[in-house]
């Protein structure tokens, strides 16, 4: 019984360690800001910047980062480069993005999802469920 719950403990750590992890390799607290207050604007690319990266399989990939630039409600101009979009617009072309007015260059092209917002929850959530019918099954065996 108490390897059980000693499994449980550092399986649980282990799962909000991970999740933690995660959340900040997606990025997850910077867009969650840019998406709390609900700002919106118009952005227009000023320029695209191409960066060629190599594979696991050694063979080369090429991304493309948008430099964008937009007005914020009380009219400042605020332009910055997204680095973690799919979005791939063409130099001239307008997207929205969202923004917080307290750090408006940390804006994004992202649009909400719940697997975004709720990234670490769910993660967490699952190594926990994992972690107690683990410990349950160990509890029982030994």
């Known amino acids: 019984m108490v390897v059980a719950a000693v499994y449980f403990v550092v399986a649980v750590g282990?799962?909000?360690m991970f999740g933690r992890s995660l959340d900040r390799?997606?990025?997850?607290?910077?867009?969650?800001?840019a998406w709390a207050e609900g700002l919106t604007a118009e952005a227009r690319c000023i320029s695209?910047?191409?960066e060629e990266v190599q594979s696991p399989e050694g063979g080369p990939v090429l991304y493309t980062h948008p430099t964008l630039e937009f007005r914020t409600g009380d009219?400042?101009?605020v332009s910055f480069e997204e680095r973690r979009s799919r979005l791939t617009p063409a130099k001239g072309d307008f997207?929205?993005?969202?923004?917080?007015a307290a750090n408006p260059k940390e804006a994004t092209t992202r649009a909400p999802?719940?697997?975004m917002r709720h990234a670490r929850t769910v993660i967490t959530?699952?190594?926990m469920v994992f972690?107690?019918?683990s410990a349950v099954v160990i509890a029982v065996v030994a």
């Open 125 to 127: 959530g699952v190594g």
């Open 95 to 100: 997207v929205t993005v969202h923004y917080s």
């Open 14 to 16: 282990a799962a909000v």
């Open 25 to 33: 390799q997606l990025q997850g607290p910077r867009l969650r800001a």
């Open 48 to 50: 695209l910047r191409t």
């Open 75 to 77: 009219g400042r101009t």
């Open 131 to 133: 972690a107690a019918i």
């Open 113 to 115: 999802s719940f697997g």
